[in-house]
């Protein structure tokens, strides 16, 4: 069975989970600058959690193509990020990037600029503010889209796609 990490853990590591961050922290057991490489083998984890992390990478998509390398076929990276027109996207100074629910679809394959990625999404949750967690979500994928704040932030579950 192979490896489940929790990237960019800080103190808060997800149970079961190797805690990876930049930062000697209580829970972190590797410590490394994530966006430079892994330090992981080829096909090595079958999990990975990224919450509140991809939002702060410099260069998100030499990381994915990292991410992709380590990730055996089938693993589930699960993404959790503000949401792009959220007030807690942009209050955070350490933020270098906004996500939207199409920000992931890049990381699929075939793509337009040739990564070296093949990553499904199998799954997106919003978090709704209210009132609009309790309109149907024809009304909340709107209130997404035009109003400012309407949506928190989002869970995007990805499924590694390679061959056997």
């Given at each position: ?27 972190v057991?590797?410590?490394c ?8 083998r080829d ?11 991809v ?11 990292e991410?992709?390398?380590?990730c ?10 503000p ?8 209050v955070?100074?350490t ?8 920000t ?20 997106t ?40």
């Amino acid at each position: 069975m192979g490896l489940s990490l929790d990237i960019g853990c800080g103190a808060h590591k997800h149970p079961g989970a190797l805690g990876i961050d930049r930062r000697s922290l209580p829970g972190v057991a590797v410590v490394c600058d994530f966006e430079q490489g892994l330090p992981f083998r080829d096909g090595s984890v079958t999990t990975v959690f990224l919450h509140n992390i991809v939002e702060h990478m410099d260069d998100l998509v030499t990381f994915m193509e990292e991410l992709y390398r380590i990730c055996e076929p089938g693993a589930k990276v699960y993404v959790r990020t503000p949401y792009y027109a959220s007030r807690e996207a942009f209050v955070d100074p350490t933020h270098v990037r906004y996500i939207t629910e199409a920000t992931f679809e890049y990381f699929d394959y075939p793509n337009y600029y040739g990564l070296k990625t093949n990553f499904k999404i199998r799954f997106t949750y919003f978090k709704m503010r209210k009132p609009f967690k309790f309109m149907p979500g024809y009304f909340q994928k709107r209130f997404r889209r035009y109003l400012w704040n309407a949506c928190i932030e989002m869970d995007i579950e990805l499924e590694a796609v390679k061959p056997i």
